[in-house]
């Protein structure tokens, strides 16, 4: 018995070791197949490498050293945890600089071996000595994961991960795996205790892990003896005894056994499937299953989780995992479900129909809906879900790639919905790509993107007192595009920070000409959450001698939900410049008044949906309740929208300053606009100007 319960505990320890250096390759992959990372890192980027690539490898995964290489192997970034800055930078580089010179090699002949749908990269790991310290050093190559940067082969910037073995680790594995008294040593010395050698890939033992094993018999022969010196007398007893203890003991050898089994293919958060355990049933279900049979399968990915990490902390994130878990449970009963990242679940239904299907993920977009108590803080999240079925044997890398494609589109549409897989979305996905790399182009060309100029009027005295730009796109074969249409694309393949750059310098050069007429411009969450926003805006101001009161910058409510704060200082910074602000489309995001009152606005622009409903029943409640809101608090009103001459009688009866909408002009061209400068609201109301190419509303 303690022979086969040590040999099982050395058998876990190994395949914890092994399991390790997989994970570690695989955190990495998380932020080095990235374009961000490639382009980060060849600016040099320090604080943005600190963020993704350094400490925060650190906070999440706990690595306790990263290092960001040139291709020539120089330091560009390296991040030491606090403990562990005992060791010196040159005795990290020794330690990896064998990895890294095999990892180029490979890289420079365009070595691809074992890169598959999981591993996304190839990449060099070892078990090393660094330091004095035994440890898993892990290179991978920094490279696209869009495909559309050019990157020569050998020429990639390299990523190292450290994770020290010995400290705290062999502990926290002892603790968790239920391992007496686990720490490193580098000798195995003596037979009390129980080791298992850490071997390099060049053979050579790095030191050992070691335990006081497990000895459920000699447990047992120490608790038996006093019974058998009983005498002859006793032995019926004794022997009794004794069979009732092995009998305990080998339910608890097997309860022991069962939970480490469990340990090993659950989510260790919420004890749903791990991603590798999932992937195994879903491959054994495919292999096994009839012709007729048909499999399905669920990509879950949770919207507005980070909010809730940055507005309740990290804690109530974990508490709401599990509660999401809890829930997938009760939604798919019958389902295999799985965790297979921080707020991403799978889950497998077994020989069902399409319609089954489709219903499990109403349900489950459905549950997600419902607000989580977190200790009484009511948090409100949803879910997107992709769904894709197979009949008969499939390939489980196939399914699992639909479900993805289908959950990409199933964001796309807006997030909190489901999207069931269909051929049409490859092409659609591909369609998807290529319009972002013509905005690519176009953004960085600085070609193709106009800017249209809609007048607002004052409602009393008729008189044009500013101009809003708004961005549009003239795509060589589609024509002129609306930013409903690019606005999205550009946000998600994050191009909204040098378009709004672009936006705001054509709107700093066209006022510049008139000394007296104000220019708002719309900013997106992105481009406000930057810390150097402020001095951008502030330096186009300058360059096109321009007084920071005549800008006005317009975002939408749902910035005001911002966790972080950063938001607000961006906006605090820039009006204590005397950059304007202004809330548009006021009434159709997130916010209450109460909140508004709490941020530092000058005015809000009623949404065009209340416009439209004051012509239609005459109803002016809400309209007087946001006029009244205003007044109080000192903010500007301007109504958008306006399309007749009945809607623009009422609103400035009804108190509101500026008027804005078709009924006065539609968007100008520059030249366009220079033309109808001094036109009045009592002129347009008359005429409407009629000068735009194609009507559009927003952005």
């Not at 403990?83 to 420079?108: I, M």
């Not at 020569?152 to 010995?166: I, K, M, S």
């Not at 999932?278 to 048909?294: C, G, S």
Request: some cysteine.
């Amino acid at each position: 018995m303690d022979a086969a319960a040590a040999q099982r505990q050395q058998d876990l320890v190994t395949l914890i070791v092994s399991n390790m250096r997989t994970e570690i390759a695989h955190d990495q992959e998380s932020v080095t197949v990235w374009d961000d990372a490639v382009t980060r890192t060849a600016e040099r980027d320090v604080d943005w490498l600190d963020a993704n690539l350094g400490s925060w490898m650190h906070s999440y995964f706990q690595h306790d050293a990263a290092f960001v290489l040139a291709a020539d192997g120089t330091d560009i970034y390296h991040f030491v945890a606090a403990d562990d800055r005992s060791v010196t930078l040159e005795e990290f580089r020794t330690a990896y600089l064998p990895l890294v010179a095999q990892l180029q090699q490979r890289l420079f002949a365009d070595d691809t071996t074992g890169v598959t749908e999981r591993v996304l990269s190839i990449g060099e790991s070892d078990l090393a000595v660094v330091g004095g310290r035994p440890a898993i050093v892990s290179v991978k190559p920094i490279v696209s994961d869009s495909g559309d940067l050019e990157q020569r082969p050998g020429d990639e910037n390299l990523h190292v991960a450290v994770r020290f073995l010995d400290g705290s680790f062999p502990s926290s594995i002892g603790s968790q795996y239920q391992f007496e008294d686990m720490h490193f040593t580098p000798q195995a010395d003596d037979s009390e205790h129980a080791y298992v050698p850490l071997i390099s890939s060049k053979r050579e033992t790095i030191g050992y892990f070691c335990w006081t094993p497990f000895r459920p018999g000699a447990t047992v022969r120490n608790e038996t003896l006093p019974a058998l010196g009983a005498g002859v007398l006793c032995i019926f007893g004794a022997t009794s005894v004794l069979g009732l203890l092995l009998f305990r003991r080998s339910e608890r050898l097997s309860a022991s056994r069962a939970e480490l089994q469990h340990l090993a293919h659950h989510d260790v958060l919420t004890g749903l499937a791990n991603r590798a355990s999932f992937n195994k049933a879903l491959e054994r279900e495919l292999e096994a299953a009839l012709p007729a049979d048909v499999h399905g399968v669920l990509f879950i990915d949770l919207d507005r989780f980070k909010a809730v990490n940055d507005t309740f902390g990290h804690p109530a994130g974990d508490r709401l995992i599990k509660m999401v878990a809890e829930r997938l449970r009760e939604v798919l009963p019958h389902a295999i479900v799985g965790r297979i990242g921080g707020d991403e679940f799978t889950a497998l239904l077994r020989k069902i129909t399409e319609q089954d299907l489709v219903k499990a993920a109403e349900d489950v977009v459905h549950a997600m809906e419902q607000p989580f108590d977190l200790d009484g803080a009511l948090a409100t999240i949803g879910a997107s879900v992709g769904a894709a079925l197979a009949a008969g044997r499939a390939d489980p890398t196939e399914l699992t790639r639909q479900a993805d494609i289908a959950l990409y589109h199933a964001k796309a549409a807006g997030r909190n919905r489901y999207a069931l897989f269909g051929d049409h979305m490859n092409q659609l996905l591909r369609a998807r790509r290529e319009l972002e790399n013509d905005l690519r182009h176009a953004i960085e060309t600085k070609t193709q993107i106009e800017i249209h100029y809609q007048p607002v009027y004052s409602a009393t005295t008729g008189e044009m007192c500013s101009v809003e730009a708004l961005v549009r796109w003239r795509h060589p074969k589609k024509g002129l595009l609306g930013p409903d249409i690019f606005i999205p694309v550009a946000e998600e393949a994050g191009l909204i920070t040098a378009l709004g750059l672009i936006v705001l310098d054509d709107a700093c050069a066209t006022i510049s000409a008139w000394n007296d007429l104000p220019v708002s411009v719309n900013a997106s969450a992105a481009e406000l959450k930057l810390e150097s926003y402020p001095l951008r805006v502030l330096s186009t101001l300058a360059r096109h001698n321009i007084e920071p009161g005549r800008l006005e910058i317009e975002i939408t409510e749902s910035l005001l939900l911002d966790g972080s704060g950063q938001c607000e200082r961006t906006i605090a910074a820039l009006r204590k410049a005397g950059v304007r602000f202004a809330i548009d489309d006021f009434g159709t995001g997130y916010s209450s008044f109460g909140r508004v009152q709490d941020v530092s606005i000058d005015r809000i622009k009623i949404d065009k949906v209340f416009v439209d409903e004051l012509s239609r029943s005459g109803n002016n409640g809400i309209i007087v309740g946001m006029v009244s809101m205003a007044r109080a608090r000192g903010l500007e009103i301007t109504a958008e929208g306006v399309e007749t001459e009945e809607q623009r009688e009422m609103l400035g009866s009804l108190g509101c300053d500026h008027l804005q909408g078709y009924l006065l002009s539609k968007p100008l061209t520059r030249e366009q606009f220079a033309s109808v400068r001094t036109k009045t609201v009592s002129d347009a109301g008359s005429k409407a100007i009629s000068t735009s190419p194609v009507p559009f509303h927003g952005r």
